[in-house]
């Protein structure tokens, strides 16, 4: 009888690291001691300028937080990192649910790092409405790209942000870039929501589809193929090469009845087998040719401003709302509210109004 081969997997123990070792209580009261150690940023900024990938992880751990004592460390953090940034590509990649965009950003980024790029895959992964967790299992569906010392995944979680983007994705890619990523691939959790938050924070926007979708997403699609720069038919392979080709067309034939862009930039159409790495390049050479044109006719550098302004708002709304439900008279008069709500002795409105009025 033959041997089973063993696979490596990214969520294996690593060799020579036995349970022992990393449970006995020395181990774990220093670990303890390590978290509680006061946070230097000039020493993180440091090593994440020296593409520590521990240190990002970190940073963007901090930028992530809701505590309010963690709120000007981060702060600090991203100022200091802003100088080494804007040097990155931005890819926003989305899809229905089953279109394969794991699998699609694993093979497309290990083909980028076979160019000498470095890539961070930002993966938003959709949060429960009940139990407010989230899987998290990008980094198991991306085993090779995990594994690869020019990758870096990071798994967030969605939360209550609309359009399936991590609260603080858009800071994350300032030190994803600060780290010496040269490409930045953002993965939302998936048409159906304002994938809008995507497109203001990428520079190019691309649409994975699949065939046979049903004219029941018509409504979706619109708003989705609007913004797309490029639009891509995944698992063109086998049996379904042929009916892929044919979506490719009618796709390609829709686009041309949408209004010209600003970018004066035709979104292209094609097939890929993320499965079988075939069509992948023409995927990177229709990105290069965006890159190109609209630098040379300034749209991608105007494209940036204008997202630099709507991110200046929307922080302003979200430290705003953050100040706000955090003050203990707000939390106690909400909770007064709500039960008046519940016994039908105010309405929503008027609720609203007198906290509004609190501020």
């Not at 067309?249 to 010209?260: D, F, K, V």
């Not at 550098?301 to 200046?312: A, G, T, V």
């Not at 707000?330 to 906290?355: C, S």
Request: charge should be positive.
């Amino acid at each position: 009888m033959s041997k089973t081969k063993k696979t490596s997997s990214s969520i294996q123990e690593k060799k020579g690291v036995s349970q022992q070792d990393i449970t006995n209580e020395d181990s774990i009261k220093a670990i303890k001691n390590k978290r509680k150690a006061k946070l230097k940023i000039d020493d993180l900024v440091s090593d994440i300028l020296n593409r520590n990938i521990t240190a990002l992880s970190r940073g963007i751990t901090l930028v992530e937080s809701k505590n309010t004592e963690h709120i000007n460390l981060a702060n600090s953090l991203l100022k200091k990192c802003l100088p080494h940034a804007n040097k990155s590509i931005r890819i926003g990649i989305t899809g229905v649910p089953g279109v394969g965009k794991s699998t699609f950003i694993e093979t497309f980024g290990n083909y980028l790092i076979s160019l000498g790029k470095k890539v961070a895959v930002l993966a938003i992964d959709p949060s429960s409405s009940l139990s407010k967790g989230s899987i998290l299992g990008d980094k198991t569906r991306m085993e090779n790209l995990v594994k690869n010392p020019n990758a870096f995944i990071r798994p967030s979680a969605s939360g209550d942000s609309l359009g399936g983007v991590a609260r603080k994705t858009r800071e994350s890619i300032i030190l994803c870039e600060a780290a010496g990523f040269d490409i930045i691939i953002i993965e939302t959790v998936g048409v159906g929501q304002s994938e809008t938050i995507v497109h203001s924070m990428v520079d190019f926007f691309l649409l994975l589809q699949l065939t046979g979708a049903g004219d029941e997403l018509q409504g979706i699609k619109r708003g989705i193929i609007e913004m797309a720069d490029a639009i891509a038919i995944n698992k063109a392979d086998g049996d379904n090469l042929k009916r892929a080709k044919m979506t490719m067309i009618e796709y390609h034939r829709t686009l041309h009845l949408y209004p010209e862009k600003a970018s004066n930039w035709l979104p292209k159409t094609t097939i890929c087998s993320a499965l079988k790495n075939e069509g992948i390049d023409t995927i990177w050479k229709i990105i290069e040719e965006y890159i190109k044109i609209t630098q040379e006719n300034n749209y991608f550098y105007q494209k940036r401003n204008e997202q630099n302004k709507y991110w200046l708002i929307q922080t302003i709304e979200n430290q705003l709302k953050t100040e706000f439900f955090n003050k203990l008279s707000i939390k106690k008069e909400l909770q007064k509210q709500l039960d008046l709500i519940n016994t039908n002795k105010t309405t929503p409105f008027v609720a609203a109004e007198l906290l509004l009025s609190m501020k």
